[in-house]
């Protein structure tokens, strides 16, 4: 046999490869070598093939669920968490029994009535002190998990969520400029608990209580305006500065009313107390009680007053001292009578009436019991206003009632139902293209 030949013996076969003439041994490696790569070459180049095929596919087939209907597709919301914090709401829908798994948060959440619900703080994608970031942009790949232990990869999702500032609620003053008429004022402000707050550059973290609240006592001085600075620090937030003005006027006659006077009161009467430059009087220019008003030699003064008016009641009283420009001071008191006395007096629902006999009514201060759902809460120049329809549950049209909300309750649930017990006011609101009549709401219960 040549060298050409394959000889068998036995079961087994061998291929000998004549090496050419004059051809060198690395020249051979060389060329076996080449025809190795080209093949896994090929291998790889057709693996590749195969392999991006299968996950088009099965990207193809995850992107159809919510198209076919396998699936609902989830809803995402901005809100506001209870602490103060602005967050995401997320909510899947699935079947009951199944489970929603995020990798990203390494969380599983239950199908609950069709859905299941994610509240997720903004914060939580945030490091530690974020100041130099502006946004951050967050994949999720959702997957639920069958009770069948089954696995549906859903179509991922994508947030663009912004670097969310440290949450701060200014609750005294209202606004960012207020006129003050003592040397002392409560700053009251609402954080997240665990924040680091300044007044003025004075750390006042300590003084936040267990709700996040704190009370500051700031010295206002007699002259014009009083720069007032508030700087809060939350984890994973950013800082947040807020810039106030407190003005008080000059004084020409040294004159203050007590802290401890009554902002609003259920009682018909309320007593104003202060101190004045000692030589002055005082001269009331409201009613007040005849025989009330008392000036000590100390210069500690007081007078009682009564309060007719259901709503705001303004309190006027001057000094005066020989040689020295009168010094005005002025004071309001908020007064509702308890709910059994006010409530007592309202009248049962007269939607046509009071289209009609507003001004009359609104003159009489007459006082009706608005029941219905909340259809819109809104914020009127830092006033609460809310819609409420209280049509008939046999009308085809809505019945809107407009209501200034001055009630304990505040930031009622939109379509809950309510019973507001409301003073008329006069002239009629144009809201959602008709004329409805407005209301200022003093209690707010369950009907």
């Given at each position: ?19 050419r003439k004059g051809e060198s041994p690395l020249r051979l490696l060389a060329n076996v070598l080449t025809r190795l790569l080209i093949i896994c070459f090929s291998v790889a180049f057709f693996g590749y093939l195969l392999y991006t095929a ?54 599983s959440f239950p199908f609950v009535g069709g859905m299941t619900e994610i509240d997720i703080a903004d914060s939580s994608w945030f490091d530690l002190s974020p100041e130099g970031e502006t946004a951050a942009i967050i994949n999720m790949t ?306």
């Amino acid at each position: 046999m040549s060298q050409n030949d394959a000889v068998e013996s036995g079961r087994t076969s061998v291929v000998r490869i004549k090496r050419r003439k004059g051809e060198s041994p690395l020249r051979l490696l060389a060329n076996v070598l080449t025809r190795l790569l080209i093949i896994c070459f090929s291998v790889a180049f057709f693996g590749y093939l195969l392999y991006t095929a299968f996950f088009w596919f099965d990207s193809w087939r995850t992107g159809r669920i919510y198209e076919v209907g396998t699936y609902r597709a989830p809803l995402v919301e901005e809100m506001v968490m209870e602490d103060g914090q602005l967050g995401h709401a997320l909510t899947f829908f699935g079947n009951d029994g199944d489970l929603l798994f995020i990798p990203e948060l390494n969380r599983s959440f239950p199908f609950v009535g069709g859905m299941t619900e994610i509240d997720i703080a903004d914060s939580s994608w945030f490091d530690l002190s974020p100041e130099g970031e502006t946004a951050a942009i967050i994949n999720m790949t959702p997957v639920v998990l069958t009770n069948k232990n089954g696995r549906v990869a859903l179509p991922g999702m994508q947030l663009t969520v912004e670097t969310p500032q440290s949450p701060l609620e200014m609750i005294e003053p209202k606004s960012d400029r207020e006129e003050v008429d003592t040397s002392k004022f409560e700053l009251k402000i609402k954080v997240v608990r665990g924040s680091k707050v300044l007044v003025n550059g004075e750390d006042q973290t300590d003084m936040v209580n267990n709700e996040g609240e704190l009370l500051a006592v700031v010295d206002v001085d007699d002259i014009g305006d009083n720069p007032i600075s508030v700087s809060v620090s939350t984890a994973h937030h950013r800082e947040t500065r807020k810039d106030i003005i407190l003005y008080r006027e000059p004084q020409t006659i040294e004159m203050e009313r007590s802290m401890n006077t009554v902002k609003s009161t259920t009682k018909s009467s309320a007593t104003i107390s202060g101190t004045v430059e000692v030589g002055a009087n005082i001269v009331v220019d409201s009613t007040y009680n005849e025989g009330s008003l008392e000036v000590k030699e100390n210069g500690s003064f007081s007078f009682k007053v009564p309060l007719p008016i259901t709503g705001d009641n303004v309190i006027t009283w001057h000094a005066t001292m020989q040689g020295r420009q009168d010094q005005y001071a002025s004071y309001t008191i908020y007064h509702v009578p308890p709910l059994t006395e006010y409530g007592g007096k309202a009248w049962k629902m007269d939607y046509k009436g009071l289209l009609d006999t507003n001004e009359r009514w609104s003159a009489d201060n007459r006082i009706f019991a608005v029941i219905g759902p909340v259809v819109e809460v809104w914020d009127e120049e830092g006033t609460q206003m809310m819609a409420i329809d209280v049509a008939p549950a046999e009308a085809e049209e809505r019945q809107i009632c407009v209501l200034e909300n001055r009630a304990a309750v505040q930031n009622p649930e939109k379509d809950r139902r309510y019973k507001a017990y409301a003073d008329v006011q006069p002239g009629l609101v144009f809201y959602n293209g008709a004329n409805c009549p407005k209301l200022v709401c003093r209690y707010l219960v369950d009907p």
